[in-house]
């Protein structure tokens, strides 16, 4: 439980689960009700990545051909774009809220087991430094991986407001929450879930080994129930 002085410290918070366990739904809830700013990482990477500016850039190419495929996007690219970010919304004095991000190792501790990339400070160690560590909190939102096929091969967002529709409204043309259009992401194809699994089982799931090893704040949630009694059960740590 967070103690109360929390109320009034700067948080930052990061949702993990594998792909449609509910992250970005749960990270909204919690910035509305908090009044944090929520961070979605994958949504700020295909912003970039589907610029028409940006068409020919060399690097958006190679890294928008890596996010279609469904693998993860170059580690060095994505942890440059997110930790910039961090620190300008630190220094408005904004608490943060992550969706699924960092990714990889190298991205959260700046360590490469591959040696690929030069050891460099990670997301972690950046938040640490801008909210302190006790004011850092890791959620794992855990779902069997039949659910998360099913969940992600039917689901829809809105256009506008970003609400993630889940199965039972796979044949909504409007957000029954705002009335926009919805779509269909592409990579929620079935083929894409399976290789987005593989990497979030290989590459972001030892994140929270090795988090809990650094002593951080980890927090299991079951994330099969109803988004909204996920939530009263987030939201009981910060009471």
């Known amino acids: 439980m967070a103690s109360k002085n929390k109320k009034n410290s700067k948080l930052a918070i990061i949702f993990y689960g594998s ?4 992250k970005g739904t749960q990270a909204k809830l919690l910035a509305d009700k908090l009044g944090l700013y929520h961070f979605d990482t994958g949504d700020f990477l295909r912003k970039i990545l589907n610029n028409p500016v940006l068409t020919k850039n060399k690097e958006i190419i190679k890294e928008r051909k890596l996010n279609r495929s469904g693998k993860l996007n170059s580690p060095s690219w994505v942890l ?9 919304i630190s220094k408005l004095g904004q608490s943060i809220v992550f969706s699924g991000s960092p990714r990889t190792q190298y991205e959260a501790f700046g360590v490469d087991p591959a040696g690929k990339y030069k050891p460099t400070a990670g997301l972690l160690k950046i938040l640490e430094k801008e909210y302190g560590k006790r004011n850092i909190f890791i959620f794992d939102l855990e779902i069997p991986e039949s659910e998360t096929v099913k969940r992600n091969s039917k689901r829809t967002t809105c256009t506008v407001c970003k609400a993630a529709l889940m199965a039972e409204f796979s044949s909504v043309k409007k957000c029954p929450f705002c009335g926009a259009p919805v779509e269909h992401r592409i990579d929620d194809d079935k083929n894409i879930i399976t290789e987005r699994l593989k990497e979030y089982h290989n590459r972001t799931f030892p994140i929270i080994a090795e988090a809990r090893k650094r002593k951080y704040n980890i927090i299991k949630i079951d994330g099969t129930p109803p988004p909204f009694e996920i939530h009263k059960k987030i939201i009981s740590y910060f009471s």
Do not use: H, L, N, R
Not at 83 to 88: P, R, Y
């Open 19 to 22: 792909p449609g366990s509910g």
């Open 80 to 88: 440059k774009i997110i930790s910039k970010q961090a620190e300008t």
